[in-house]
């Protein structure tokens, strides 16, 4: 060990603090192995804290009709049959035991009269299927998880930023970083790491998502050899924020839409229904995204370039009992009363359906001893997510990777070798803004790749858009080898933007690679040169991996659904409580 | 609009001052977007906390214009112009410019024994609760650890209190936890000892400045207060618990 950073040492490394890295540490503790968290933010503050509407699982408390099989058909329709069938018939399956396990932990959920868990509607879920409280569900699963995990026997790192994943070998040996309040490198020794990391909103400049959603833990992988999958689907929540600007992309839950919210364009008309008849504003998230846009681009948008949301037929009461947080976001930051007037909305980044690529019931990566569950993990939710279904993909897969990693560690010899050449390597890499050469500012060449990528892969795709996006990418790669930052290695947003500009680029280059070969339109990939679904496409993954320094984009074959299970999806998705 | 000047300060344990900056107007911003403006534009180093943006986390807390407040929830137009101060929150000790360490309230988390359920209720699958005993927590469940109560709390800020009580937050912890329906343990010789409740003299300061409108003193300090006293204070009750295994209903 060198005396130049810290050391610590864990059979299992957790990265990430959110619902599934929380969940993975509870269920790694359990396994009986040492088990380490690191967190990008305080404890308690991961992005999972600003999830609304709720959490998917076939309770059938309110439509006794609803289980595991309509939950599985309805995802795989979502995903328009891009996702990996092995987890989608797991998490199906297991969600509910995963919801009434958070119950059992002390987590609080709206009831319905007669005492159980309260179950909502939301988009292209066919029964009312969203375990919720209020609309800060999210709020509550983080901290049922956290105050769970600190007393499960865990060790918790807050505010450390890891920045490579260190190997032996093939093998996973831990994670190299630094901690911010100490200004220190540190080591972080580890049998097995499991990356919880959460997505990469911040690529772009509309998102809902906040500062930590940079991608830290895909792009690690990607560089520790990893496959990566499915990058070209990145989500559109239909309805963010417009107006003031500096709140623009802040979420407008689904639950809005759940609790009988309608979309008007600026001529009042309820335009979903001429979208989807069927399933109206109650659409899946990339269709009704999508027609926000059209209605913008035939010139029937708001004055800020968005659609009128409605729920002031709900009544106050109401309002402030099922949507408070809601009726205050917009009250005290828009000086808006949505008991009285509709919401100005419109599509926000608001999620990744790709990642890293991960093996069904394990979560390992096509590395040796990583792995990955939540945002960061691709395959569950295919071309397009199913609202609520995040949540519930946090704690039945972060449970399994926990479990798994505690399992694979058991069958681990001896202690991983830490090669400090490797850490070395990644401090010159980091302290290299410290030194005079560097001239770029990162926020610069982070605001020039968010306006490359609102710009070449929005709602609406080309392929030539998304060749000239990537050059441009290209191009600020080469320019990000030259950032600058001032000041210490302690708490420095301006040197830490210098890393995370790095990985975003790296991520990025992976979304347009992998848009530009999916010539199609799917889900939430809409190509106007590819308008139609092509069967032969819905037979593929994309997958980018590095060799021998350069990303390389293969495709493979998306697993078969077996017929027992192919008759579930037949047909398509009716939601019952659409009014 | 005009360009509004902000005082922010900068520094570190060893010391610091406030450092002016003019920050071009947009409409509708809140403060966090003029810190955001001068890391981007003027200096990168400037420390502060933040997640969501949509006061959703509790993370960006800070003391404007004397005040504790969240940055992401504060809005410039409401000062009119005029200069505004951001410090970052007393209580705790500075690590640097906005971020202190508040480390101290997640030692003070986990010495609060868990949510405990019976074996018989850890058996069952679902569970039965009903809305109105449920709907009740809901606001102590609300809270976002901001620590702004904390911060305002004249036992920790002014009289050094943290080795004596543990804060307006954790007696709303506490609270979620005792109120809770399925809950077994008591811990009023928790907050009669190293909880420190008695210490609270109800100025109510903490609901003054709580983000998501909890009344910390009346409906959690207070209750916890009552059944403190009862436990500590009323034998014959005290009796009545230990023979009684069941933790007993409570009017409040």
């Known amino acids: 060990m060198a005396d130049w950073y810290d050391e610590r040492q864990y059979d299992v490394l957790i990265v990430g603090a959110g619902g599934a890295g929380l969940r993975a540490a509870i269920a790694a503790a359990d396994g009986g192995v040492s088990v380490g968290l690191v967190c990008k933010s305080l404890l308690g503050k991961a992005h999972t804290v600003m999830a609304e509407g709720g959490i998917a699982a076939a309770l059938g408390n309110v439509d006794p009709e609803d289980n595991w099989e309509v939950h599985f058909g309805d995802t795989m329709r979502g995903g328009q049959m891009i996702n990996d069938y092995r987890m989608v018939e797991i998490f199906a399956r297991e969600a509910p035991e995963r919801v009434y396990e958070l119950e059992h932990w002390g987590g609080l959920f709206d009831r319905t009269p007669d005492g159980r868990i309260l179950q909502r509607p939301f988009g292209a879920h066919s029964y009312r299927r969203l375990c919720h409280v209020g609309d800060r569900t999210g709020l509550e699963m983080i901290r049922t998880l956290q105050d769970k995990a600190i007393h499960s026997g865990i060790d918790v790192n807050m505010e450390v930023t890891l920045t490579r994943l260190l190997k032996d070998g093939d093998r996973i040996a831990g994670a190299f970083g630094y901690i911010r309040e100490t200004g220190r490198f540190v080591v972080f020794r580890a049998k097995a790491v499991v990356l919880a990391t959460g997505g990469w909103g911040k690529l772009y400049k509309v998102t809902s998502n906040s500062w930590e959603c940079t991608g830290d833990g895909c792009a690690m992988a990607y560089e520790a050899g990893a496959e990566l999958m499915d990058m070209e689907m990145v989500q559109f929540h239909p309805t963010g924020m417009v107006w003031p600007p500096g709140v623009r992309g802040i979420l407008v839950t689904e639950a809005v839409r759940g609790e009988g919210g309608i979309l008007r364009n600026s001529e009042g008309e309820r335009f979903m229904e001429r979208y989807d008849p069927v399933k109206k504003d109650l659409s899946s998230r990339d269709v009704v995204a999508r027609s926000i846009y059209k209605e913008v681009q035939a010139g029937r948008g708001t004055p800020h370039g968005g659609a009128w949301l409605d729920i002031s037929h709900l009544g106050a009461a109401n309002i402030k009992k099922k949507l408070p947080s809601m009726w205050e976001q917009f009250h005290k930051l828009a000086d808006i009363d949505i008991t009285k007037s509709p919401m100005e909305v419109a599509p926000t980044i608001h999620y990744v359906m790709g990642g890293v690529r991960v093996e069904a019931g394990t979560g390992q990566t096509t590395v040796p001893g990583l792995f990955a569950a939540g945002e960061v993990a691709a395959g569950l939710h295919g071309a397009n997510r199913l609202g609520g279904n995040s949540l519930s993909d946090l704690i039945v897969f972060g449970k399994r990777a926990g479990e798994h990693a505690a399992h694979y560690v058991k069958g681990v010899s001896g202690v991983p070798r830490i090669d400090d050449a490797q850490a070395d390597e990644e401090r010159r890499l980091l302290r290299r803004p410290f030194e005079a050469e560097g001239r770029e500012n990162p926020y610069t060449v982070h605001e020039e790749l968010q306006a490359v990528m609102a710009e070449h892969a929005g709602i609406a795709r080309t392929g030539d858009g998304l060749r000239q996006g990537l050059d441009k990418v290209l191009a600020l790669q080469v320019r990000a080898e030259h950032l600058h930052a001032g000041g210490s290695m302690l708490f420095n947003p301006g040197w830490h933007e210098c890393r995370d500009v790095r990985f975003m680029l790296t991520l990025a280059e992976a979304i347009f690679r992998c848009a530009i070969e999916r010539a199609e339109s799917r889900g939430s990939h809409w190509r106007l040169d590819f308008p139609d679904q092509n069967p032969e496409w819905g037979k593929k993954n994309m997958v980018a991996v590095r060799e021998h320094g350069r990303m390389a984009i293969r495709t493979r074959a998306v697993p078969q659904v077996p017929p027992e299970l192919a008759k579930l999806v037949q047909g398509q998705t009716v939601v019952k409580s659409v009014r | ?252």
């Open chain 2, 1 to 252: 609009m005009a360009d509004q000047i902000f005082h922010v300060f900068r520094g570190d344990a060893k010391g610091g001052d406030l450092t002016e900056y003019i920050v071009p107007p947009m409409e509708g911003m809140v403060v966090l977007d003029a810190i955001h403006y001068i890391q981007a534009h003027f200096d990168g180093t400037l420390a502060c906390r933040w997640n969501c943006k949509a006061a959703k986390c509790g993370s960006c807390s800070a003391e404007i214009n004397g005040k504790p407040r969240l940055m992401c929830k504060t809005r410039v137009d409401e000062f009119g112009g005029a200069p505004i101060t951001v410090r970052p929150i007393k209580v705790f000790p500075l690590l640097k410019d906005l971020v202190t360490d508040v480390s101290w309230n997640y030692r003070v988390n986990k010495e609060i024994p868990p949510f405990t359920p019976s074996a018989e209720d850890a058996r069952a699958q679902a569970w039965r609760m009903t809305p109105v005993d449920v709907e009740r927590l809901f606001e102590f469940r609300k809270c976002i650890e901001c620590f702004l109560c904390q911060d305002v709390c004249h036992v920790l800020r002014e009289h050094g209190g943290t080795n004596r009580y543990y804060g307006p937050r954790f007696m709303v912890r506490i609270a979620a936890l005792e109120m809770h329906p399925k809950d077994t343990l008591t811990r009023t010789d928790l907050l009669a000892g190293k909880g420190g409740i008695g210490y609270c003299n109800i100025t109510k300061c903490c609901e003054e400045v709580c983000p998501e409108g909890i009344h910390i003193t009346d409906n959690a300090i207070i209750p916890l207060k009552e059944r403190t006293a009862d436990d500590h204070f009323d034998p014959w009750r005290a009796l009545l618990r230990r023979f009684g295994g069941r933790k007993e209903p409570r009017g409040t």
